[in-house]
């Protein structure tokens, strides 16, 4: 059975950095591509950024571009959010989830498997 096990989620103050880490079992990492959600209290969960199974192609939410990186490493079964520049309105629980499509997708719907979310909290 897959799961996906975020972790590195906490409070930062803002202007600072996470890494938030998923390790997926269970399934064929390299077969997935893996994207991030958020979702912050009152709000629908929102797309991040995904990266493709491959790791050749990454994709951003405009509110994150250029300060937020997804990586992967297929050998540990692991993909990243390296989070910096961070800010109050990224304060919400982070999801990771995987997609049989190569490279996933932006909406909810695209993906199979999903985590239970670590949050992070971004004080002013």
């Known amino acids: ?9 906490g409070l930062v103050q803002a202007a600072g950095s996470l ?21 912050a209290p009152g709000k629908e969960r929102e ?8 790791g050749g192609s990454t ?11 997804i990586s992967r490493d ?6 990243y959010l390296q989070m910096n520049s961070l800010k109050p309105e990224d304060t919400a629980v982070y999801y990771c989830a995987a997609s049989r ?14 985590g239970q979310g670590t949050q992070v909290t971004v004080s002013s």
Do not use: P
Not at 1 to 9: I, R, T
Not at 59 to 69: H, L, Q
């Open 19 to 39: 890494r938030l880490s998923c390790s997926a079992s269970g399934l064929t990492f390299s077969s997935y591509a893996m994207g991030w959600f958020r979702q």
């Open 59 to 69: 994709n951003y939410a405009d509110s994150v571009k250029g300060r937020f990186t």
């Open 1 to 9: 059975q897959a799961q996906l096990v975020e972790s590195g989620g």
């Open 47 to 54: 797309f991040v950024g995904v990266i493709s199974l491959g």
């Open 74 to 79: 297929n050998a540990k079964n692991t993909v």
């Open 101 to 114: 499509r190569y490279y996933g997708g932006i909406v909810v719907a695209a993906y199979d498997y999903w």
